[in-house]
Structures are given as structure tokens and as C-alpha cells.
């Protein structure tokens, strides 16, 4: 019995792999590339990037943030013929694009209550910065103003990130002098347009050309979600 249901299991996952393989792409690599190319996708790339960059210019322009650095990491992947086991929802486009960026910034450490407030207060008024004076906004403040306790807890380690609507703020902590928990370089991928971008601007910025600068880095990791998507009955959405 043991021996039929291993066999079952792995005639399943040959099947899955089958059905993930290159031979069961939507589209050839060709028509990938075509379609990533195309002035649909060109134009939703640009709006979605342009977006994206006026947020990361937000911060450098109205927060006690230095901007050094901007990762832009967009993808495109083609969707599958068919998709009989593990349906994702693979198997429905042909193609969808989307596009993270990372900006980081330098800060001084020693004044880093003022660089929280004034993130929480231009996002108190401004909507591309989703993270305000609310509750959690209020405690990081008065923790590392030294009027308040550590919000995640007497034991606990120093807070360094918060999220909201998809964005995420990371930073250096400043009271945990652990390294593994410093902001780390991010990682470089192919840059193979249309269907895969990488850029770096500018080309030689480090983290720790920005720490070694401010005195410590905080780090934006936005999301486009899916600016460019191709169904299979090639309606664009």
C-alpha cells in the first residue's frame, strides 16, 4: 500500500513538472519577446516605472532621507498552455510583466527619531507615503526619541521595518549592532530586456558607500503589481 501511494505521488509530480516545462509555455520565446516589446507594454512600463520613481523622489524630497541608490528589477513570464494539477491561474494569460524597485537612502543615526517623524508626518499629508502617525507610527517615534518603550516588546530586538498597502520601509537597527540584521546589497540580476530588466542607478552605488556616508541606510521596496498582462484571448489588462 505504502509503495502504491509513493508511486502515485511521484507520478503526480512528474506530471506537475511536465505541465511547468518550457514545451507547455503559452507562447515561444519569440512571441514573449515580441509581446514585452510591443507598445502596449512599453507605454504601461514606463507609466508603471515613472509611478514608482515619483514615490522614491517623494521621500529624498520631503523626509530627512538621502537618496543613493535605486534597484529596478523588472519581469516578464509567459503563462502555461494548460494546467491540470496545481491550478494558479497559469494557464489563463500569455503573458504578464511586473516591476520592483528598491530605493535606499542614508540617515544619521544619532537623529533617528526626527528621521522617522518626518517620513510619518509627509505621510500624514501626502498618499504615496502610506505610513503616518497612526498607533505603530506614534510608539517608533517615542522609542527612539527616548520617551517610550521598544514596541515589539521589553526582550525583544530593535524594531527595523514596517509595511503598508504592499510598501515596505527597512532599516539599519540602532541600538542592535548585529550585522546579519544591517540592510544588505541587493542582488544583481540579468539584464535581458524586454522580458527581464535590471538597473542600477548609479552603476557603482553600494549600502555600504551609503552607510559609511550617513551612518546607516534605510531601504523602500516598491511593487507595480501587474502593469502589463495578456490573456489568452489578447485582451490587455
Not at 501511494?5 to 503526480?12: F, H, M, Q, R, W
Not at 510583466?97 to 501626502?126: E, F, P, Q, W
Not at 526582550?155 to 546579519?180: C, Q, R
Not at 556616508?213 to 502589463?228: A, H, K, N, P, W
Request: include cysteine.
Amino acid at each position: 500500500m505504502k509503495s502504491t501511494a509513493k508511486g502515485g505521488i511521484a507520478v503526480l509530480l512528474l506530471l506537475a513538472m511536465a505541465a511547468c516545462s518550457s514545451g507547455n509555455r503559452a507562447v515561444s520565446e519569440k512571441e514573449a519577446r515580441s509581446l514585452a516589446g510591443s507598445r502596449q507594454a512599453l507605454d504601461a512600463r514606463h507609466h508603471a516605472e515613472q509611478r514608482l520613481r515619483k514615490i522614491v523622489r517623494t521621500y529624498s524630497d520631503h523626509t530627512r532621507l538621502h537618496l543613493g541608490l535605486v534597484v529596478v528589477r523588472d519581469a516578464c513570464q509567459t503563462g502555461l498552455r494548460k494546467q491540470p494539477f496545481f491550478q494558479d491561474g497559469s494557464d489563463t494569460y500569455r503573458i504578464k510583466c511586473s516591476m520592483r524597485v528598491l530605493a535606499y537612502y542614508g540617515a544619521d543615526r544619532n537623529h533617528m527619531g526626527d528621521v522617522i517623524d518626518s517620513i510619518l508626518t509627509t505621510g500624514d499629508s501626502d498618499p504615496r507615503i502610506p505610513f503616518t502617525h497612526d498607533d505603530t507610527g506614534r510608539h517608533l517615534v517615542a522609542f527612539y526619541r527616548g520617551t517610550g518603550p521598544n514596541p515589539n516588546g521589553p526582550n525583544a530586538l530593535d524594531p527595523s521595518e514596517v509595511f503598508a498597502w504592499g510598501d515596505t520601509l527597512s532599516w539599519d537597527p540602532v541600538n542592535d549592532h548585529n550585522p546579519k540584521r544591517l540592510v544588505e546589497e541587493p542582488l544583481a540580476v540579468k539584464n535581458d530586456p524586454p522580458v527581464q530588466r535590471f538597473l542600477r542607478e548609479p552603476a557603482s552605488g553600494t549600502v555600504s558607500g551609503i552607510r559609511k556616508r550617513y551612518g546607516m541606510v534605510f531601504r523602500l521596496e516598491l511593487s507595480s503589481g501587474d502593469y502589463y498582462h495578456v490573456l489568452k484571448d489578447d485582451r490587455n489588462s
